[in-house]
Nanobody, 125 residues
Framework: QVQLVESGGGSVQAGGSLRLSCVAS????????MGWFRQAPGKEREAVAT????????YYADSTKGRFTISQDNAKNTLYLQMNSLKPEDTAMYYC??????????????????WGQGTQVTVSS
């Protein structure tokens, strides 16, 4: 049974940084894709960054390229999202997700079936 637990959200001023963590259990790491997604009030859930654990291939949304970094620590079964140069428009609930994938990276939230409870990120101007 896959369980995902996020932490690290909070409130920061624009230009600040946060690091989100997602501890995963029940994930056969090399056969999974994992990702960070976010959802702001009144908006659809969108991909922030995803990674294919098997080979480290990553995807970033255009809005986060160059500012956010997704990484994994297999020894700790933990996925990270380093967020730098935060903007007010990054304010959202951030979710960690996991799904089995067969050697290619999946990026749509509709393709992920395992989700954490979410952690709130608020960026003030």
């Amino acid at each position: 049974q896959v369980q995902l637990v996020e932490s690290g959200g909070g409130s920061v001023q624009a230009g600040g940084s946060l690091r989100l963590s997602c501890v995963a259990s029940g994930v056969t790491y090399s056969r999974y894709c994992m990702g960070w997604f976010r959802q702001a009030p009144g908006k659809e859930r969108e991909a922030v960054a995803t990674i294919y654990i098997g080979d480290g291939t990553t995807y970033y949304a255009d809005s986060t390229k160059g500012r956010f970094t997704i990484s994994q620590d297999n020894a700790k079964n933990t996925l990270y999202l380093q967020m730098n140069s935060l903007k007010p428009e990054d304010t959202a609930m951030y979710y960690c997700a996991a799904e089995r994938c067969g050697g290619w990276l999946i990026t749509s939230p509709r393709e992920y079936n395992y989700w954490g409870q979410g952690t709130q990120v608020t960026v003030s101007s």
